[in-house]
């Protein structure tokens, strides 16, 4: 990618509750056990690896020792600034309304006096878009169709029940070995309780921002927020099909002005000519640079590019 956030070194660790705190891991129905909720704690999750770092907390891999279960576990501290600990609460509340294929399953949470939260989530042991194209290059035209079919899906139905995710990039969706792609990190997310909200807070990674969530005043105001995770997709897949972030040169690492620059006063990327007649004419939908314009996500699931 060409344009990476720099990480913060935590440190953090898996704090286990003490003996004496009866303090329990609350699972949803999805969660298969011998055991019912009120006998699970976190003391039955045994840690085995970190998978990552980022937003104020640490994911781990885990395992449930009485089931051998093979979760992932969020874990994010109350010393941790406001913000993450409001955006873990905001992931664990969006997650617990969705039921979804095309959306990573919530399992259970958990939640100390002091205020640290740990959600359990389901595993996708391939990790996300953007480790494969790190480690494997590269995707092809059939690649994509499978992978815009599937994160469609999943933004039609959280479109569906007014949920805007804000974030869509190659690190927030989710691969397993079956080649299933997920949406995850629903941090920065809005519900939009009504058709008339606004939606144009600067919040989710600056880089597949759309046009109109730079400069909402250019581009009318309160715009449509469904159509900003399409613009989102959109980077998302010609990032996966050239190798790198589609509006700057490969290994640039811009600032936000660069960013808004190109964003807002450039023509929309164009594909390579190796790209088919098809994936050319689904990005020119995805990629418009007036939002009313763009096609929903139940529209580009009928496209002729996804039949491939």
Known sequence: MAVVRQRRQLNLSLALPEPSESRRLFLLPTVSSSSSAAD?????????????????GTVYKVRHKRTSAIYALKVVHNSSDPISCRQVRREMDILRRTDSPYVVKLHGFFEKPSGDVAILLEYMDLGTLDTLLKNNGTFSESQLAAVARQVLNGLSYLHANKIIHRDIKPSNLLVNRDMEVKISDFGVSKVMCRTLDACNSYVGTCAYMSPERFDPDRYGGNYDGYAADIWSLGLTLFELYVGHFPFLSEGQRPDWATLMCAICFSDPPNLPESASDEFQSFMECCLKKESNERWTAAQLLTHPFLRQ
């Open 40 to 56: 699970i704690t976190l003391n039955d999750i045994e840690k085995l690896e970190v998978l990552g770092h980022g937003n104020g």
